[in-house]
């Protein structure tokens, strides 16, 4: 059984005006789907199909012949954490046990703002900002291609994708703009204090389990 693109958990015009159906028609119903597709044809008769896809991820990364499998694995995953890192109607007030975490480790919400935004922007070419749990600790940290917090053994709290062709048909170069908007606007801040108290499962916790479902 093949890796499928996963639907997205909302409707293609339901994150406009700041995310345009546009936007999520290219970035999901072509992009994602062209990874998907791509790591079904490449798994094809190797050792990795039939795999979870975090097994695939964590085999192959670092790995110079297996380098195609784990950037089409890495960004189905990481695809796949975007789109669930965002809802309608997202950002406002962010939970108080996720708040507490972050100004416990990361000085306030406003510095936490600031670093995601900063790291975002700084990404130089292709990439993704996240924050992650490692060490016990809240961290910020951004990845080059399909580099992910899954292959470096950290937990992935929440994540915005910094690739052009996310922010291009509605931002055009503005990639600051799009960081903003996502902050403020498309956040989903219960999912990422759920994903911290763990009410979601680990997705390295998964490995085995349903090997389509992220
Ligand atoms: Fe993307």
């Excluded at 970035?27 to 008769?45: E, F």
């Excluded at 899954?150 to 992935?156: I, K, N, T």
Aim: proline share 4%; glycine share 8%.
């Amino acid at each position: 059984m093949a890796f499928k693109l996963p639907d997205l958990p909302y409707a293609k015009d339901a994150l406009a005006p700041h995310m345009s159906a546009e936007t999520l028609e290219f970035h999901h119903g072509k992009h994602h789907k062209a990874y998907v597709d791509k790591l079904n044809q490449l798994i094809t008769g190797t050792e990795f199909e039939g795999l979870s896809l975090e097994d695939v991820i964590v085999k192959t990364h670092g790995v110079k012949k297996h380098q195609a499998i784990f950037n089409n694995a890495g960004q189905h995953w990481n695809h796949a954490q975007f789109w669930a890192a965002m809802k309608p109607k997202g950002g406002g007030k962010i939970p108080e046990s996720l708040e507490k975490r972050i100004v416990a480790d990361l000085g306030s919400v406003e510095d936490f703002k600031r670093s995601f935004t900063e790291n975002g922007v700084g990404q130089f070419g292709s990439g993704w900002v996240w924050l992650v749990e490692a060490d016990g600790r809240l961290q910020v940290t951004k990845t080059a291609n399909a580099e992910n917090p899954l292959a470096e053994g950290q937990r992935m709290i929440l994540v915005c994708d910094v690739w052009e062709h996310a922010y291009y048909i509605d931002y055009r170069n503005e990639r600051p703009k799009f960081l903003k908007t996502f902050l403020e606007h498309l956040v989903d801040w219960e999912a990422a204090a759920a994903r911290l108290e763990a009410k979601v499962p680990d997705l390295k916790a998964k490995k085995g389990q349903s090997r389509s479902a992220a």
